[in-house]
């Protein structure tokens, strides 16, 4: 008797259990796909990213300065930002671009971050780059232009460090969680997904902020996406309501370009906002995140 009673679901579950597993393997990104409700949360030295709360990544686009930095740094936190960023080795278009300060600007990023609590952000562009802004930055940020540096990808891939993955300017959603799933696959699970703008017939603007990304990338991925709203509009103006826009379709954070004096910014210049545009588009997201059940990290 206790064996018919068995054997019915076992048949049953059997089935259930083939029909998932097809799924898996049809997902060529299998560590970056969503598998039933779960979602990651990556927490950098206390701050939870990916969780209830949204984090304001903000700064300038370039490290220029012990004191533009430091004024940017204490003015973001005070506005309400939880992680400071600042570019020390810049992908400039062109090559008599400010290239960025290198290893004196990653010693005043940590310098700022001392000073306030901050978490830091900065980009890497070249794998022999990575132990040396892995000792200075909390988390990597990997740029448009480099999303499909494979051998960046896997060098990132070997540090258990937190990176922030950004979706090149003409990636579909599936190379970008290919991207995302080299360095998944190379060990290192603190990743974040972030959208910031693509190239379209839209020449009016720098790029074009897909905002569809974040409720798909959500839906694929348990990885926390992030939006960049100043290098996916180019403009000053455009920052806030598509930083509103962004948060409204479930992003779990912001990065955001700001500066005490956003025209004399070495770079990006147009997209930099004021830290009072930083304050009022920090208050409105509080308002948002009210109305969908999440709220702002602070420190
Ligand atoms: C940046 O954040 O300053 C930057 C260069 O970003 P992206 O790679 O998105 O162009
Ligand atoms: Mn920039």
């Known amino acids: 008797m206790p064996t018919t009673i068995t054997k019915q679901p076992t048949k049953i579950s059997t089935k259930v259990k083939f029909s998932q597993k097809k799924i898996k393997i049809n997902k060529p990104y299998k560590l970056a796909s969503k598998k039933n409700d779960e979602h990651t949360v990556l927490d950098v030295k206390g701050l939870l990213i990916g969780g209830k709360e949204i984090v304001i990544m903000a700064g300038p686009c370039s490290i220029e300065s ?22 020390a080795y810049k992908p400039r278009t062109g090559p008599y ?9 990653l010693k005043l990023l940590q310098k700022a971050s001392r000073a306030t609590g ?4 900065t980009e890497v562009m070249d794998p022999r780059q990575v132990e040396e802004i892995e000792q200075y930055a909390d988390i990597f940020q990997i740029g448009a232009r480099n999303m499909q540096n494979y051998a960046l990808l896997r060098e990132i891939g070997q540090t258990r460090h937190p990176v ?19 360095i998944l696959s190379g060990g290192n699970p603190n990743v974040l997904l972030c959208e910031r703008g693509i190239r379209t ?48 379709a479930g992003a779990d954070g912001l990065l955001i370009e700001c500066h005490t004096n956003p025209d004399k910014s070495f ?14 588009l920090i208050r409105e997201i509080n308002t948002i995140t009210g109305a969908i059940g999440r709220t702002v990290a602070f420190i």
């Open 201 to 248: 017939h839209i020449s009016e603007l720098r790029f074009t902020l897909d905002l569809n990304a974040v409720p798909y990338l959500k839906k694929e991925s348990h990885l926390p996406v992030i939006v960049d709203p100043s290098h996916g509009t180019g403009r000053r103006d455009l920052v806030r309501p598509m930083s509103r826009a962004a948060i409204a």
């Open 164 to 182: 922030l993955l950004k979706r090149g300017m003409h990636a579909t959603y599936k190379e970008f969680l290919l991207a995302a799933e080299y």
């Open 66 to 87: 012990e004191k533009q930095l430091m004024s940017i740094a204490i003015a973001a936190k005070e506005a309400g930002a939880t992680v400071l960023r600042g570019g």
């Open 118 to 121: 901050l978490r830091t952000i």
């Open 267 to 280: 770079s990006d210049a147009d997209q930099a906002i004021t830290i009072e545009t930083l304050k009022k």
């Open 97 to 105: 671009d400010f290239q960025g300060l290198g290893l004196e600007g």
